[in-house]
């Protein structure tokens, strides 16, 4: 059974934690801005986390980098595997050395980093197969598919409606997407879209994400049952 903790549900400019997800203590997917003060407050230790997963290079899903490397060299729990686009090892020290100029070197030689940059990988017992989808100017930006036994869980990250957005609403037994705005952009779902998907595959369960206040609020009065609307810190056990 895969558990998956929601760490935030919200979008940059409200009280909710950025987005973002954890796997079974040890997966994080996306590390935002105050991902370890949350995950602190939630009673969990970064140590704990080994795979770091980064759907796109936007701040609001890995500015934690720093702070999550520091513990990682201060406590002799040396290994982070990477898994994200190829620019992620460029952008990762950089925002490492911008935050700790004097550290940042020891930091970088002592933890045993592995970047992974393949669109197909295995971590613990589940194949991981990324895809990618649109979000606006920023390219390449990334969803994964887990496979665990016969259960299909999907993270779309931040994404407009696009081919493989569908393909994984078509295929998933959950799909924790990004349900941001009311209306979709090409940035962003929204409660059209995925309203739309929701009422196609019925067979999904899509956990919105990345959500605004006022899409909080408009979310309560849709009444789709295969759209659920989490709370951070909100367990699910598929
Ligand atoms: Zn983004
Ligand atoms: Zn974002």
């Known amino acids: 059974m895969m558990k998956i903790k929601v760490i935030g549900s919200g979008s940059m400019w409200t009280k909710y934690n950025s987005a973002s997800y954890m796997i079974d203590n040890n997966i994080l997917i996306d590390i935002p801005n105050g991902t370890c003060k949350n995950l602190y407050r939630m009673g969990i230790n ?10 796109h290079f ?7 980098i720093p702070f999550y490397f520091l513990i990682k060299s201060k406590h002799n729990s040396l ?3 990477m898994y994200c686009s190829k620019e992620g090892k460029r952008k990762n020290n950089s925002l ?9 070197k020891d930091v970088l030689e002592c933890l045993n980093i592995n970047y992974c940059f393949k669109d197909k990988f295995q971590i613990n017992d589940y194949q991981v197969q990324r895809y990618l989808v649109e979000h606006g100017r920023m390219k390449p930006a990334y969803g994964y598919i887990f496979t665990n036994d016969d259960k299909k869980i999907g993270f779309t990250g931040d994404c407009a409606i696009c081919e493989n957005v569908e393909y994984m609403a078509s295929i998933c037994d959950y799909l924790f997407c990004d349900c941001m705005f009311v209306v979709g952009t090409e940035k962003h779902m929204g409660i059209d879209k995925i309203s739309a998907l929701a009422n196609k595959y019925v067979n999904c369960k899509f956990v919105v ?13 849709v009444k789709i049952p295969n759209i659920i609307v989490p709370e951070d810190g909100e367990l699910f056990e598929v």
């Open 46 to 55: 970064p140590l704990t986390i080994e795979n770091v997963m980064i759907t």
């Open 58 to 64: 936007h701040g609001d899903h890995y500015f934690d």
């Open 79 to 81: 290994t982070v595997n």
């Open 96 to 104: 490492l050395k911008l935050a700790f100029p004097n550290s940042a």
């Open 209 to 221: 994400s990345h959500l605004e206040d006022v899409t909080r609020e408009e979310l309560k009065k």
